[in-house]
C-alpha cells in the first residue's frame, strides 16, 4: 500500500478538514482516505461508468415497441348513458359531487 505525503496545506482547508474528520468521528488520516475513495474513480469505477453509459445510450436509440398501455383520448371520451367511461378495457365510474 503507498503512503501519501501532504505538505503546505492551507490552514482554511486544514480547519475544514479537520472539523470533517471531527463530524465523522474519523482521523484527519482515514478522512482525507475516505474523501479520496469517494471523490477518484478508479480504472475499475471508470469501466462500470463507460459501460453504462453504452447502455443508456443504446436504450434511448430503441424505438418503442407500443405507445403504452394508455389508451387513446378519442377512445377515452365515449361514456355510456349510465355515468361511466370506457377506455379500452379500463371502466371508471363518475361520481358527481352536489
Sequence with gaps: MAT??????????YEALRERARQHR????AEV???????????QELR????????VQRLQSRRPRSIG???RAR???????Y?????GRYVRLW????
Design 83 to 87: 355515468g361511466e367511461s370506457v377506455c
Design 75 to 81: 377512445r377515452c371520451s365515449a361514456r355510456t348513458g
Design 69 to 71: 398501455p394508455f389508451p
Design 48 to 55: 462500470a461508468r463507460q459501460e453504462f453509459f453504452r447502455q
Design 95 to 98: 361520481t358527481f359531487d352536489l
Design 4 to 13: 501519501l505525503y501532504v505538505e503546505k496545506v492551507p490552514d482554511d482547508l
Design 26 to 29: 474519523r482521523s484527519i488520516a
Design 33 to 43: 482516505l475516505s474523501l479520496l475513495g469517494e471523490n477518484i474513480p478508479t480504472a
